[in-house]
């Protein structure tokens, strides 16, 4: 596991094995972090959230409480994961996707 610089893994988390986690990302309680993901600098993982392997998220991006994203995928930078979601596919940048299966939306801006 590469764990760089401000990185904070909170109580519960569970990570498997090669991960790369950038600087400042949080992992919330209980979050459970598949072989092979890299967390792009800033990104966060919300409590329960899941990321199955080999997932990459972009930098600046949010996993939502009790989200999950499938084995595979990429979710871009500055990309929001609403709670709850299950992702079946890439997500692009700068864009929210939420929902059962999650669906994209652009943000605000």
Do not use: F, K, W
């Amino acid at each position: 596991m590469l764990l760089n610089e401000g990185a904070i893994i909170c109580a519960g988390a569970r990570l498997s094995t090669q991960i790369t986690v950038g600087r400042h990302v949080q992992i919330d309680q209980n979050a459970t972090i598949g072989h092979d993901v890299i967390l792009g600098d800033y990104a966060r993982v919300n409590p329960q959230g899941c990321l199955s392997g080999s997932v990459t998220v972009g930098a600046g991006s949010t996993i939502g409480a009790n989200a999950t994203v499938l084995q595979g995928l990429t979710i871009g930078s500055c990309t929001i994961v609403g709670a709850g979601s299950v992702v079946t596919h890439d997500v692009a940048s700068g864009v929210s996707a939420y929902g059962v299966p999650a669906r994209v939306h652009q943000l605000a801006g």
